[in-house]
């Protein structure tokens, strides 16, 4: 059964650092594009980011790009968004999405505030 699941979602302050965690079943990161989404109260679903190769190629929306990074392990078949300098915009629930059907995990929420 192919399965995302996404964690490390939280509360962070302004400038903070947060890293979500994409778990895969059911299919191997290494052989599928994989989509880091978000989505803010009251907005459509946003493209962050996207990894090839469990994060081995990424590319990032202009919004985060110099702030957010992949990296992936393929023993653990997870990939992780690392965020850093996190501010209020950025409060939105994280989805992962990717593998065969294109899945979509249950989301992760970021909430940034001080």
């Known amino acids: 059964q192919v399965q995302l699941v996404e964690s490390g979602g939280g509360l962070v302050q302004p400038g903070g650092s947060l890293t979500l965690s994409c778990v895969a079943s059911?299919?191997?990161?290494?052989?599928?594009?994989v989509r880091w989404f978000r989505q803010s109260p009251g907005k459509q679903r946003e493209l962050v980011a996207y990894?090839?190769?469990?994060?081995?190629?990424?590319i990032f929306a202009d919004s985060v790009k110099g702030r957010f990074t992949i990296s992936g392990d393929n023993d653990k078949n997870t990939l992780y968004l690392e965020m850093n300098n996190l501010q209020s915009e950025t409060t939105a629930v994280y989805f992962c999405?990717?593998?065969?059907?294109?899945?979509w995990g249950q989301g992760t929420q970021v909430n940034v505030s001080s």
């Open positions: 999405n990717g593998g065969p059907g294109d899945s």
């Open positions: 059911g299919f191997s990161l290494s052989w599928y594009t």
């Open positions: 990894s090839t190769d469990t994060g081995r190629d990424t």
